[in-house]
């Protein structure tokens, strides 16, 4: 998280801090385990009136952000869960808020002003099953026939789909990419859930037969939505890394705590060096994270032309130091820290499922690489 | 312009750009402005170091040295966003490399903090105008880490100082022209307390410099043997025995070194860092550049690129906004460490086996092996990241200090080696 705050955002972020001390203390998360939808829609209710999700949505359609940097001011939001593991669908949602408020018609007009009030969820069929699950795969057909949308394919894994009303699915129009929203009872949805690591998401695969509905469905152009896609992908990239940093931040610190608590032959876990440097590499790491986490949403936020690729990187270093980062706190727990009992599995869930989703550290740092050798031959 | 207003930073930037593109040469495609110490000839060497001092001296004579320093002492007095600036516009173009460290940091600002006004007026400018090259004469050989161990011994005889010792690890003293060096004036009381720092001309008489041969053939890296050697009491920097006050500062602005407002570290354009490019250019000259193998490991150093200059900018911007202490410094000289040895690494696994055997004909990656067996540089050099993780935990994360038998013993009667021990 930056290390300065306007006076407004470090309100907003202590808003949404307080509410998440309330309302998702570690006992409601375990709580939760158990339950269907992974949330309470009462809490995702006001979380919606804290502005969890107007952030990224424009002021006409009812949208609005803290500081005029919506993609910052999420960012906070996304910090703050990370820091608790806080359940609710905030990177779904969010993502489909903006896609319909910058690409979404008159007729998406209604599920906006639903998801903007939390009165229903967003929710994101974008990866795919493998073989097709690398960044960027799609093979999903969404084939106009006459005045309607005809989808035939697999998306998997899906992020709170089974509490979702209306799908926003990316699909493949021939050589190009089109988005649609679906409602999730329409004939030929299938929903299966998942088991996943994390606690309070829930997972589907959602499988799509011979589905249809009408043109005005899609969200932007037909057979031309590579550009809005990749902004999600952006978006969806910078609020699960936030996220990650929330939670690596948790652990550190929880972990600090232990080895000044702990003592083994008469002496604190602090004063042996070889756990001195294992803090310093973790310091580092955490710190690094926090940097390239912000240094992403700043480009995002402003469209920049390096924005995919500090977006990626973000995600890439976050994904791999992120994980080793609150494994090696849980060494330094020893053996309590594998238990359900103790707290520090809420963060190491939170890091190890956000390390994967829509795509791996290995998939990243090869399109990064691509990236660069590309701009290399281009110069 | 009034001595009140400060330039702005557009109009700034405008003057450096076109001043640098009129006056400076432009880098070839693939030239990184930097060089690895072992490339160069001795001619070759002098050459490049004559380079440097004329290129400072046309950045004095064009208003662009010592951004920030103060005018009186001939530089800018500008902001170090007027630093930044001047980094981005430099990008793709020569520099004086080798007046950045540890000329412009640490060594300068140590005299800024410390020096006499007599003192600054007499060597600031002389810096800035491309005519001193400083070394810092810290390590001995008796140890690098234990750097307020040091066994350099200076007494005072009337309104001299006499220095006997010896210094090491001065990259390229054989062509600078002053040291900053740390001696013991006070064996009776414990370590800290009993140093104190001069400064000196490297090229006197009682100073001997010799050249060490590394392991990959460069002779860059310095030993001096000091006998004798004489120093006005003038010349002394900081009060008597409080060399550590001094030293502590020298260290911090050493760590410090990347993300010094007195440091000019060009931009590499939109593509910052050097990492991925240098894996590029051993990958493509092994022919291996096709490899998705190869170009997830350029992905990785381009990761490593970026995540490094993020955090070097978030540590500099925290200690400036008071939310890091100087000590946190120390965390972004760890992870530099970290990422230069992995690119290191990887630059040496692009080359495949031409960085065990290559011939002429294999450009880029013929330098890989060379370069991995050094690779170690990175974390030893400017303190070693060991020391880098004890400051990060005890003096970041407030964790107890290591033992030390040193502490409260004057320094006569420290143990020094196996056979001092009784």
Known sequence: MRLELSTDQEFFRQTTARFLDDHAPVDEIRRLRHDRAGFDDRYW?????????????????????????????????????????????????????????????????????????????????????????????VTLEMRPKGDELVIDGVKRPVEFAGCARQLLVTGRTGTGLTQALVPADAPGVSIAPLQSVDLTRRFSAVA???????????????????????????????????????????????????????YSFGRPLASYQEIKH?????????????????????GVQDGSPEAGELAR?????????????????VQIHGGIGVTFDHDLHLYLRRVVANRVLYGTPSDLRQQIGRGVLDHEDAA | MSAQTSEDLQSFRARCGEWIRENLRQLEPGESGLHTVSSLSEEAELAGVAHDRLVQRKLFDAGLAGICVPKEYGGQGLTRAHQIVLNEELGGYEYAMRFQAPTFAPCMPVLLEFGTEEQKHRHIPAILKGEELWMQFLSEPSGGSDVAGALTSAVRDGDMWVLNGSKVWTTGAWWSDWALCLARTNWEVPKHRGLTVFMLPIHQEGIEVHRIEMLNGSKEFCQEFLTDVLVPDSDRIGEVDDGWTVGTRWMFHERMLLNSPYVT????GTHGGYGAASVIAVARAANRAGDPSIRELIGEARMLDLVGEALAHRVSEGIRSGHMSDQAAAIARLFKAMV??????????????????????????????????????????????????????????????EQALDRDVAFRDVPRSRTSRT
């Open chain 1, 208 to 262: 799509f037969e011979d589905v249809r509905v009408p043109i005005e469905a899609a969200v932007g152009r037909v057979g031309d939505a590579e550009t809005d896609i990749e902004r999600q992908v952006q978006l969806a990239f910078v609020m699960l890394n936030a996220e990650s940093v929330g939670a690596m931040q948790s652990a550190f610190e929880m972990t600090v705590e232990w080895a000044f608590d702990r």
């Open chain 2, 265 to 268: 570290s060009p931009l590499g």
């Open chain 2, 340 to 401: 230069t040895s992995r690119i290191s690494t990887i630059r040496f696994e692009a080359a495949g086996a031409a960085g065990a055997a290559w011939s002429e004909d294999d450009g880029a990656a013929a330098a890989s092996g060379n370069e991995f067996l050094m690779r170690q540089v990175a974390s030893i050099g400017g303190g070693t990241t060991e020391m880098a993780r004890n400051v990060i935990s005890e003096r970041v994360l407030g964790m107890p200090r």
């Open chain 1, 313 to 329: 990187a973000a995600k890439a270093f976050i994904g791999d130091y992120g994980t080793e980062l609150v494994q090696d706190c």
């Open chain 1, 278 to 298: 294992r803090f310093a590499d973790m310091k580092a790491w955490l710190e690094a994270g926090h940097a390239i986490s912000d240094a992403a949403i700043s």
């Open chain 1, 45 to 137: 209710r006001r979380g919606a009136e804290l502005g969890w999700t107007s952030l990224l949505v424009r002021v006409e359609d009812g949208g609005g952000t803290i500081s005029g940097q919506g993609v910052v001011d999420l960012g906070l939001v996304a910090h703050e869960f990370g820091r608790r593991a806080a359940p609710g669908p905030l990177v779904a949602t969010n993502v489909v808020a903006f896609a319909l408020s910058s690409r979404g018609s008159a007729a998406h007009a209604s599920v906006l002003a639903d998801l903007l009030a939390g009165e229903q969820i967003g929710t994101w069929c974008y990866s795919e099953p493998p073989p097709n699950d690398r960044l960027g795969d």
